[in-house]
């Protein structure tokens, strides 16, 4: 009689099993579709070519664009690192400290609109930014244009990639063209939806919470793990930075953040628009603590009851985010 009530209990235990493990195979089947490249939208008359790329790629990494030739894009956005910052603030010129944490740019070309608080719409006009920011590169666009029609090489190379001298026009659309070639999608868990690698348990089981209890694919969903929602995590009660309301006046944007991409997460530290994280294992304790109570709080945003074993797991499934062949073809100039 208890051997027939064990055996049916494994039998029910197997069947339950096979059910998960079914319905989590066809979940991941589902969100290998979702999870495929999407099609980038570039600004009308801004299409890639070799010429332009390269242009790009020559000026992302040039000094001149700071006003005392002391610096480039690179020097914040550095390729190492998913073309974030290892700091919290980058500096700018003159040692000048920068207020928000230096996001990646890897798939920055897939984003809707640009900046922590979304309120740039196109990567050419978010050029402009860092050029005349004081605590950036402090400088102007005529200016530096000038000095780089003085270089006979970018001269030559602005009028095979855009049929004109380098103008502020020119220097704009190229740099938009380089950032847009900046593609991830050969991490650990892109090949894991090819079938090309396996996952450890741990991977396994950290992957299961993030599109399950944890629920953080509500926000950060899709090939670039973000749906982009503007919204707020509950750092703080009170901000020190007024987020997307800096833009738009309104308070029901106080303090409300573009949500970031998780690809790259586990290189691109310190976290958030502040970098007050300084690593995942403190990012995974805000979210389970269910976050401060910001009134423009996400309601998603609520304590997850995670134990200390589920919350490594989870920081093993964002390691597997990484790009292995991040930098292969992009060596500095
Ligand atoms: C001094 C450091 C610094 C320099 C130099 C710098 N950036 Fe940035 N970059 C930042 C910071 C900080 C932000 C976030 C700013 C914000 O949200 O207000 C940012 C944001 C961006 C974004 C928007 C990313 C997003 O997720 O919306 C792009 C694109 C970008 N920078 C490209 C460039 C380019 C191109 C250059 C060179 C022309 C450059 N940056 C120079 C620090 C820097
Ligand atoms: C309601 C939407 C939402 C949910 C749900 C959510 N996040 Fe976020 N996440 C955000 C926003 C918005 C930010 C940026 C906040 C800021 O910069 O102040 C962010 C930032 C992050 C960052 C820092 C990224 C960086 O580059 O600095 C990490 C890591 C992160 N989230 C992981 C997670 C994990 C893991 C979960 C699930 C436990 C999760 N998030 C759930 C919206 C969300």
Do not use: W
């Not at 051997?3 to 969100?31: G, M």
């Not at 290998?32 to 990494?61: D, Q």
């Not at 000095?147 to 659309?173: C, F, G, M, W």
């Not at 703080?236 to 800096?246: P, Q």
């Amino acid at each position: 009689m208890s051997n027939f009530n064990i055996s049916k209990k494994v039998v029910a235990t197997i069947v339950l099993l096979s059910f998960f493990s079914c319905f989590l195979q066809s979940k991941l089947e589902h969100d290998a579709i979702e999870f495929s490249i999407p099609s980038m939208v570039f600004e009308k008359e801004n299409f890639a070519t070799n010429k332009r790329i390269e242009l790009g790629k020559k000026l992302f990494f040039d000094p001149i664009f700071s006003i005392d030739s002391s610096m480039s894009c690179a020097s914040c956005h550095i390729p190492e690192f998913a073309f974030s910052d290892t700091q919290k603030f980058s500096p700018g010129v003159f040692g000048r400290e920068g207020v928000r944490n230096t996001p990646s740019l890897m798939n920055v070309g897939f984003h809707p609109y640009y900046l922590r608080e979304g309120s740039v719409p196109t990567i050419e006009m978010q050029a402009l930014i860092p050029i005349q920011e004081k605590n950036e590169f402090a400088h102007n666009i005529v200016e530096i244009s000038k000095k780089i029609q003085k270089i006979e090489s970018y001269v030559d190379l602005s009028e095979q990639a855009y049929n004109r001298k380098p103008d502020h026009y020119v220097i704009t659309r190229a740099l938009g063209v380089f950032q847009r070639t900046l593609i991830s999608n050969s991490s650990k868990f892109d090949l894991y939806l090819k079938e090309k690698v396996k996952f450890t348990k741990q991977e396994k089981k950290g992957m299961r919470l993030f599109f399950g209890k944890a629920a953080c694919n509500n926000c950060h969903s899709g090939f670039n793990f973000t749906n982009y929602k503007l919204t707020n995590n509950g750092l703080y009660e009170d901000y020190k930075d007024e987020g997307r309301m800096r833009a738009t006046k309104d308070s029901n944007d106080l303090s409300v953040f573009k949500t970031p991409s998780l690809k790259n997460i586990a290189i691109t530290g310190p976290y958030m628009h502040d970098g007050s994280f300084d690593d995942l294992e403190q990012v995974i304790i805000h979210y389970n603590s269910g976050g401060k109570n910001h009134l423009n709080k996400d309601k998603l945003i609520k304590p997850l009851g995670l134990n200390k074993a589920e919350m490594q797991s989870l920081i093993s499934f964002l390691n597997t985010l990484t790009d292995i062949k991040l930098n292969k073809n992009l060596e500095r100039q």
